[in-house]
């Protein structure tokens, strides 16, 4: 080889092994100055929570996601304050993300009290069917008036009455204190079933029971369970009388600063915990949850078709009236979007 060769082969080795080393670094330093997000994500749910469970896997997968980007905080048994707190707080900002239940948010935005209504869905399967539909992506856009993105809707269960007396029916409620949420429908719901409703804090709920100060509550069993609430009651009805959503709610100017690969990263972790949270539930509900509460004393009675029909008679009328008071226009015409999305599927 020439040496004119031998030149022209050694400055083209040393410009490939320059370019690569110099490639390299810019990789290396884009990587370094890449920013890293911190998602504070508070909650009521206890750390045993199966919420808790769901919550785990939203960080692992977020964090996968975005090769940690994003690093996902959580902070469970109201560490950042009450449920409202919370959500006040993911709207201005002071933290992230919420997980919050859809009862809790209709203080902020009416529409999606319309989930809040008993005896709406014919079944699990069909309420699972609604909630992935169109219509709840429209309903979870809804928040985004109030600073807040609703990445997807989290399962709590359907809700079941306990009592400090034997339930039998619709007249077991007649002259009974029952504590409920701060929401017009509940309380429309409890006093045309004849009982006071008690609008009270949720971590006040179990002392609240114990000495008598309500007779009775409402809630799925996760939270029952939980809150061990069967110890200070006598029976629990199983009712599926009504569907408890949560919502993964995210603050809005936070989201859309992110890159769009995260935003895409973070609708991708809630969608795949949140299937992950109602399946990990349901097996937990009837295999777990009723047996140790039986075993530790408390009665439980599976309400009759008839007993069920008789309590939905008697509520549907006035809770329906109380939410048609709290929503706007677009609020009825999701309720509209609503009944007719049911209709189709049952």
């Known amino acids: 080889m020439s040496i004119n060769k031998k030149f022209f082969v050694v400055m083209l080795l040393g410009f490939f092994v320059f370019t690569c080393m110099f490639c390299g670094s810019l990789t290396f330093v884009g990587k370094a100055s890449a920013k890293t997000y911190t998602m504070k994500l508070g909650t009521i749910e206890p750390p045993a929570s199966p919420k808790m469970v769901g919550m785990e896997r939203f960080k692992e997968l977020v964090e996968k996601k975005t090769n940690g980007g994003i690093q996902v905080k959580?902070?469970?048994?109201?560490?950042?304050g009450s449920a409202r707190e919370m959500i006040e707080a993911t709207q201005m900002g002071t933290e992230e993300a919420t997980l919050?239940?859809?009862?809790?948010?209709?203080?902020?935005?009416?529409?999606?009290?319309?989930l809040d209504l008993p005896f709406l869905f014919p079944s699990r399967d069909a309420c699972y069917k609604v909630i992935d539909s169109p219509f709840g992506k429209h309903l979870l856009k809804t928040l985004e008036d109030d600073g807040l993105i609703g990445l997807s809707w989290w399962d709590s269960g359907f809700k079941q009455f306990t009592m400090d007396s034997e339930i039998a029916g619709l007249s077991s409620f007649k002259g009974k204190k029952i504590r409920v949420m701060e929401n017009p429908i509940l309380i429309a719901q409890y006093e045309a079933m004849g009982s006071s409703a008690i609008p009270l804090n949720y971590h006040e709920l179990y002392?609240?029971?114990?000495?008598?100060?309500?007779?009775?509550?409402?809630?799925?069993?996760?939270?029952?369970?939980?809150m061990k609430f069967y110890e200070v009651?006598?029976?629990?009805?199983?009712?599926?009388?009504?569907y408890l959503p949560l919502v993964m709610a995210v603050n809005k100017k936070w989201y859309e600063s992110l890159?769009?690969?995260?935003?895409?990263?973070?609708?991708?972790?809630?969608?795949?915990?949140?299937?992950?949270?109602?399946?990990?539930?349901?097996?937990?509900?009837?295999?777990?949850?009723?047996?140790?509460?039986?075993?530790?004393?408390?009665?439980?009675?599976?309400?009759?078709?008839?007993q069920k029909a008789e309590i939905a008679d008697a509520i549907k009328d006035k809770t329906r009236a109380a939410l048609m008071k709290m929503l706007d226009n677009r609020g009825k015409e999701l309720l509209k979007e609503l009944d007719e999305t049911i209709a189709k599927i049952h």
């Open 100 to 114: 919050t239940t859809s009862s809790n948010l209709s203080g902020f935005e009416p529409s999606v009290s319309i």
């Open 74 to 80: 959580i902070f469970p048994s109201s560490q950042l």
């Open 233 to 242: 009651q006598k029976c629990l009805a199983i009712s599926d009388h009504a």
């Open 207 to 226: 002392n609240a029971l114990q000495q008598g100060v309500v007779n009775g509550q409402e809630n799925p069993l996760a939270s029952i369970y939980e």
């Open 259 to 306: 890159p769009k690969e995260y935003q895409t990263a973070l609708q991708e972790a809630s969608d795949e915990a949140s299937l992950f949270l109602r399946k990990h539930q349901l097996d937990l509900e009837f295999k777990e949850f009723v047996p140790h509460m039986e075993k530790a004393g408390i009665k439980i009675v599976h309400m009759t078709e008839k």
